[in-house]
């Protein structure tokens, strides 16, 4: 995050492929001790390609991305009003 908070926690990412949506919601630590791994995964399945990839930022910014190929990271910078 830009203006949200640096880890993005609260961000709610949402990823279009080959007709289907999934959403994902990035959290903070939730263990004792330690805290979950930072990266959101999407499974594609068969599809190469991510059709939308929507973030709705704490910030009240609702960024999308389109056209990305799949099988790899992705670190999304969150847009600046």
Known sequence: GVQSNRDGIG???????GGRQQVR???????LFAQNMP???FGLGGNEIVDRITVHWPSGI???VTDTR??????IREAVR
């Open 11 to 17: 961000a709610r990412v949402i990823v279009d492929a």
């Open 70 to 75: 799949g099988d790899r990271l992705i670190r």
């Open 39 to 41: 990266r959101l995964h």
């Open 25 to 31: 919601e990035q959290a903070g630590g939730m263990h």
């Open 62 to 64: 609702v960024q999308v």
